[in-house]
């Protein structure tokens, strides 16, 4: 229920898999593993986002933009075991909580469509979210700064994420094998729930209005900013 649960939020707000399903993951087995191991359904269930939304993406923008953001998450997940801390985690809870009431509130400062602002956007989105381990938020936080139609804001940021899947599942495959292994039944299973999900939010998000829409991925990067706070404080 809750990989279904959360294939429909991604599909919707373009994350949420990650943000959803990682805690869930964690009951059973170490964040470290857990993370390799929801690789899998989070690269299907993105895979598939994408072929149905593919002519929805904003070329200009995921030329640099999500090209940045997909080498930016990839450095700063790299640099997660030494840079990692509670005070990052804070501060992008922050900055999510804030993007989420700006929404809220239509409080929002649109960002410039040039190349500098997508260039500057998706590094620094990217190196963030590497960084704490929780990209697609902080990624579509950046995406609403451009003001994208719901579509290709989605479909923007499902390209962009999938760059950084096939980039990381070789290797956690290669680092987490063993675990990945043990626990086949179980991220099949999640696999089965985000396809299922996915095919219930795609039709979703053409149905709903812009105007009702960023309140909605707003109310969303609320609710992930305010867990971020909690999980820092555990």
Known sequence: MAS?????????????????????????MPAADAVAVLSIPHALATGIRWLRLRPDVDRPTFRQFGVASAAGGLAGAALQSQLASTILTVVLGTLLVLAGTTELLRRRVPLPRTPFWRLAGGVLSGLFGGLVGNQGGIRAAALLGFDLPPRQLVATATASALLVDAARVPIYLLSRG?????TVPLWLIA????????FIG???LGRIPTSAYRPLVGALLLVLGISMFAAAAL
């Open 202 to 204: 795609v039709p979703v």
């Open 4 to 28: 279904v649960v959360a294939g429909a939020v991604a599909s919707v707000s373009g994350f949420g898999i990650g943000s959803l399903l990682t805690p869930v993951l964690m009951l059973r």
């Open 191 to 198: 696999c089965a729930g985000v396809v299922i999900g996915t």
């Open 178 to 182: 063993e675990a990945i292994a043990a």
